[in-house]
């Protein structure tokens, strides 16, 4: 099982020269603790890999079981060595670029807003007045990580490998991009910026969306070295909305599946979760999404897959096998 193609470890291999530029070259310092008990990790992984893999060509022969369970744990492995490697260089890299002495864009994400006719302050107020969806609203946004796990285990399940092999491709592009693009549109949040003091709105049981700010502040500190990986690493990319992208790849890529209906219902829980629990404004909600399906598009046309499900999908899935002649 491949869970990905090639390129998206090049493209992993980019981000990390990024950061080892903006280390030697910049105020930035990249604690070594945090990354290197990682890259030890999936090279211990990409050893057992190697091994599976010769293991593997000598159960020809084998049970239809035995195959069957050599690959799906052949996946796990890779997925825990992609898990290790990429998710630490986007984590850094997220960090690193929020660095750049860019003037915060809280004001021109928030007119935007305005002049799309979205009313952020009121939705805000609305979610505040209905207490009774803040657990699902909150468990959905907090554990989006495990909607990604999920869908790619699902999709493993119900034997859509080039569409699991899809999201997967997608997400780190998607991450990827929306990194890029970030760095040019730090904000401190709209929950921030638009309210400020929110000591009025009882019903939250802590403040929500402003979970990054203390690591905002000392990534745009004007003096001094400014150290990354030495805590927590939150999310920092406000536009585009990363959370969206995320909802909306999980539903595009279930699309035709059985695995419709649950991934549908964790979007529609968790993207309206995001202007509040993330601080996000309307706008990057909007990137996020335009971001995902973008990139879903091209990454099922470079892959050969429809990208919208539906009959079509079942349709490909069940074509049959020509007999060689």
Same mark, same amino acid.
């Given at each position: 099982m491949q869970l990905c193609r090639p390129y998206i470890y090049l493209l992993s291999a980019a981000g990390a020269l990024v950061l080892v530029g903006l280390h030697y070259f910049t105020r930035v310092e990249i604690d070594g603790s945090y990354w290197q008990s990682d890259l030890m990790f999936a090279f211990q992984l990409a050893l057992l890999l190697v091994l599976w893999v010769r293991?593997?060509?000598? *159960?020809? #022969?084998?049970?239809?079981v035995i195959l069957r369970g050599h690959k799906i744990a052949q996946g796990v492995v890779e997925g825990l060595m992609m898990f290790a490697s990429i998710a630490t260089v986007l984590r850094l890299l997220d960090h690193a670029t929020k660095t750049f002495a860019v003037p915060l864009a809280d004001e021109p994400l928030a007119r935007a807003d305005v002049m799309l006719g979205l009313p952020w302050l009121a939705y805000f107020e609305w979610v505040h007045d209905h207490p009774t969806l803040h657990p699902a609203m909150q468990w959905a946004y907090y554990w989006s990580d495990l909607a990604v796990l999920g869908i790619i285990l699902g999709l493993a399940l119900v034997r859509q490998q080039t569409r699991m092999k899809a999201f997967i491709e997608a997400f780190v592009i998607c991450s990827l991009v929306s990194i890029a693009i970030g760095a040019f549109f730090p904000a401190r949040a709209a929950v921030d910026y638009l309210i400020g003091d929110v000591s009025a709105y009882t019903n939250f049981d802590h403040v929500p969306g402003v979970y990054h700010l203390k690591a905002l502040e000392e990534l745009r500190a004007p003096f001094g070295a400014i150290l990354i990986g030495d805590g %927590?690493?939150?999310?920092?990319?406000?536009?585009?909305?990363? %959370?969206?992208?995320?909802?909306? *790849?999980?539903?595009?890529?279930?699309? #035709?599946?059985?695995l419709w209906v649950p991934a549908l219902a964790f979007a529609v829980v968790m993207i309206p979760a995001t202007p509040v629990w993330g601080g996000h404004y309307f706008v990057d909600l909007i990137g996020g999404a335009a971001v995902a399906v973008v990139i879903w598009v091209l990454v099922c046309r470079? =892959?050969?897959?429809?990208?919208?499900?539906?009959?079509? =999908?079942?349709? %490909?899935?069940?074509a049959p096998i020509p007999s060689e002649a």
């Open positions: 293991l593997g060509k000598k *159960l020809v #022969g084998a049970s239809v %927590h690493l939150a999310g920092m990319t406000t536009f585009p909305s990363l %959370h969206t992208a995320i909802g909306v *790849l999980v539903v595009l890529a279930s699309l #035709g599946t059985r470079s =892959l050969s897959i429809p990208a919208f499900g539906g009959w079509r =999908l079942r349709r %490909h899935v069940a």
